[in-house]
């Protein structure tokens, strides 16, 4: 069993950045391969990046946050992050973090378990 608790969301205008960061328990943590997922409003809930058990460069990201976001992990903390910059308003959604025992996916029905979401608001 892995519990996942997002962080770092909040308001913040065009252009700028915010960090989430989502903290796992248990002991396993470096086993899953880990994903960012969002929801905006009236929309259906899309991948945003993902991580394989081992970070480094083994990552893949959505189009629409390329070059603008980065995934990393830190096994030792049990933490996964997303480094959001350049944000936009239509970056605007819940963000999720999600843990899957694939060594990678972009996709949701691989994850087994998922964080409550943390708001992320881009203001233009």
């Known amino acids: 069993q892995v519990q996942l608790v997002e962080s770092g969301g909040g308001l913040v205008q065009a252009g700028g950045s915010l960090r989430l960061s989502c903290a796992a328990s248990?002991?396993?943590?470096?086993?899953?391969?880990m994903g960012w997922f969002r929801q905006a409003p009236g929309k259906e809930r899309e991948f945003v990046a993902t991580?394989?058990?081992?970070?480094?460069?083994?990552?893949y990201y959505a189009n629409s946050v390329k070059g603008r976001f980065t995934i990393s992990r830190d096994n030792a903390k049990n933490t996964v992050y997303l480094q959001m910059n350049s944000l936009k308003p239509e970056d605007t959604a819940v963000y999720y973090c999600?843990?899957?025992?694939?060594?990678?996916?972009?996709?949701?029905?691989?994850?087994?378990?998922w964080g409550q979401g943390t708001q992320v608001t881009v203001s233009s």
């Open positions: 991580i394989s058990w081992s970070g480094g460069s083994n990552t």
């Open positions: 248990g002991r396993t943590f470096s086993s899953y391969a």
């Open positions: 999600a843990a899957t025992v694939m060594p990678i996916s972009q996709q949701q029905n691989h994850y087994n378990y």
